[in-house]
């Protein structure tokens, strides 16, 4: 019987593998091809759409697409964090769903949409059913800045060319915390209270370091226009050379080292975890949380880890220029190699306590940002 | 309550265990009331991650410092003494089993070793180095669970997977023993349930070859982390008066400096002709006594029962029945027999109170290790943070079940 069922599962199992398979080629297909596609669909749209609602109509087609492969992000960063996990402890992970459990995220956001929806008695319940959406909505909205790539005639892949993104990037990112802290607070329950504010605090703390190394990066380019940001990182050696990591050695390599841990604090992503710390706080902020509420904080959560390592690529590691032209698939490839680089962190370090993680912040983080933002803008001022 | 004939032993009046009409006593626990202006009660388990079983705890906390804490313990609470009061001495191994669960074999040992002085009886050398063999592989497994939990209780996921792929390996070789993965029944009084199996202890040596290389990369992993240390190396300090005062014992005690194993200072089983180090904290990164003190003497412990192992294969007798010694009836004469022994949390011991000729015991008590570790957690954990307590529960590796019983 059990074989048989077997069978049966296998047999649909099969056909059904292939779809996260097509689903990444086409979605890395689109990437590369987006230069093209945008001119595509422009030209499409000029032919059936009065003028005045071409750019709206572009900006609602892009908008749906671009959400459309933030929200599969997740999908495939869990199963990637599952599979980074199982080989840095020497096991196989998921393997069963699908060829080589691609399919077992699928599996788990099926799970999660079925489970019954709870709301503690004494909880807040406004703020309990509002938190998860603005911590997602954060998350999303803050990716509206960050560009993919530039096509041949200058016009930039984003949803929104703002030509100060670097600050609206600071602002949005900032209300992640305020989802934490409403989490925590409407639970009514203790556990997620320590969380709320264990994340509150961390959180603040360290933007103040973010803040001050994104300016070292401004202060050096002279512009909070990402594209221009990249731009000036285009060219040098086996177009390498010029990225901003490289130069002024070793104050950006310092600056991206920071940038990169103040990310990990900002995203509660282990060794800064301490939050929803499994083994102090049962599961910090979202202890309360199930179903589709608690997914969405997972959901927030890959968002923001792509969305720093996608900012850090951006701002140091030349975004979308590499050794073989400049392609939003090679932007892709940077922004998710520092999102392995971040569960290869997690799945190594234990967790610092919360003094340790604020020592860490105000004593040497926040000090020697400074002393970067002015070594740099001194040295750049003498040249 | 007086209800005739209901008096206890010698004709002293029956204790009242349970009391309808008195007001239940609530003065253990923290009180609302008592609370000055910022602090909060919080309830920290029965079912909670890193309690390590069902260990409760109250702590009185001011932000995230801990003024006090009150550890409630006996959620797991199984009447084994009282049990034991009416089943027949062998029948008694299976409960000890059930005490400390993952560190089974030492604790049937214990009582076997308590049996057999009340009988007066011993046990051939085959039989010694065949316990000597399982009380050191389960020392490392029991180890093994300490290292990589205490490392879970710290945040790093990886070593606890690493240590429990080896621990299945011991478990793997005791199944192929005896039957069984946790709760072994294989001490008998007298002897052991089964022999070695043919082939078993080739597989022995190579897991011990296997192993020390693994512990190795999980020691460089964890042990040596900054991370960990900072977290570890100078909370929850034991001092040795303190350790000596509360009557510590093993590991906990001697990661607070103090050099006393039972294994050599007071030998069984032949434990003085084998070629073995105590371990005692040398502290590289703090206080003498924190919970990297307690930790690190696990970790070094290992290769220790490494080397105690290796050396009882090699003089393992070839031959011999490993029940000769077995008694057909256990019906000591009048009398009493304490014997301790060193398991893996340190020193357990089990007092035997026999009546002339009984198959069942009048009275057996454990002495656990465990239990006495719980007394000093108030102590330690005063002032500091809500993380240490998780840090301080994992370094004295307690286990609900030896403590409640």
Known sequence: MITRFRQIEMRLMGPLTLIPIVLCLVVLGTIAALPMLAAVISELVGDFVPAGLQHLVVVVLGTAGFVGILALNPIYSIWLERKVAAHVQDRLGPMRVGWHGLLQSFADGVKLLFKEDLIPRDADRVLFRLAPMLAIASAFAAFAVVPWGVREDGVVLAVSNLNIGVLYFIAITSLGALAVLMAGWGSNNKYALYGGMRAAAQMVSYEIPTAILILVVVAQVGSLHIPDIVAAQSGGLLGVGDWLIFQLFPLNLIAFVLFFICGLAETNRTPFDIPEAESELVAGFHTEYSGMRFAFFFLAEYGNMLLVSMLAALLFLGGWVGPFGSNPLIFFLKGFGLVVVQMWLRWTLPRLRVDQLMGVCWKYVIPISFFLLIATTVIKGLM | ?405
């Open chain 2, 1 to 405: 309550m007086d209800k005739p004939g209901s008096t206890g032993f010698d004709g002293a009046p029956a204790v009242t265990l349970y009391d309808e009409e008195l007001p239940p006593d609530n003065s253990y626990a923290f009180s609302p009331e008592d609370l000055e202006e910022d602090e909060m009660i919080l309830n920290m388990g029965p079912q909670h991650p890193s309690t390590h079983g069902v260990l409760r705890v109250e702590l009185k906390t001011d932000g995230e410092i801990v003024k006090d804490s009150r550890p409630h313990i006996g959620y797991l609470h199984r009447n084994f003494e009282k049990h034991a009061e009416n089943i027949d001495y062998q029948g008694v191994i299976p409960f000890t089993d059930r005490m400390d669960y993952v560190g089974s074999m030492g604790n049937s040992l214990a009582y076997a070793l308590t049996v057999e002085k009340l009988l007066g009886i011993g046990v051939g050398e085959r039989v010694a180095g065949i316990r000597v063999i399982t009380a050191e592989l389960q020392r490392i497994a029991s180890h093994l669970l300490a290292m990589g939990t205490y490392g879970m209780d710290i945040g790093a996921f990886t070593p606890f997977l690493l240590c429990f792929q080896q621990r299945e390996r011991v478990l793997d070789l005791f199944e192929w023993l005896c039957g069984a993965r946790l709760l072994y029944n294989y001490n008998w009084v007298g002897g052991v349930s089964h022999d070695l199996p043919e082939g078993w202890t080739d597989k022995c040596r190579r897991f011990l070859d296997e192993f020390v290389p693994v512990l190795d990369e999980v020691d460089k992993l964890l042990s040596h982390n900054k991370i960990f240390i900072r977290r570890t190396a100078d909370i929850g300090i034991i001092t040795p008066e303190m350790a000596k005062d509360y009557a510590l014992s093993g590991p906990n005690l001697r990661g607070s400096g103090i050099d006393w194993d039972l294994r050599r200072d007071d030998p069984y089983l032949g434990y003085e002709n084998y070629d073995f180090n105590v371990i005692v904290a040398d502290s590289p990164h703090g206080p003498v006594g924190s919970c990297w003190d307690r930790y690190f003497v696990r970790v070094r412990e290992m290769y220790e029962s490494v080397k105690i192992v290796r050396q009882a294969l090699d003089r393992l007798p070839a031959e011999g029945d490993v029940q000769e010694n077995v008694p057909r009836f256990v019906r000591p004469l009048a009398g009493e027999a304490y014997c301790r022994s060193e398991a893996p949390r340190g020193e357990l011991a089990f007092y035997i109170v026999a009546e002339n000729k009984k198959p069942i015991p009048y009275r057996v008590k454990g002495r656990s290790p465990c239990f006495v570790a719980m007394g000093l957690f108030h102590e330690i954990t005063r002032g500091e943070m809500i993380a240490d307590i998780i840090a301080i529960i994992g370094s004295l590796d307690i286990v609900l079940g030896e403590i409640d019983r």
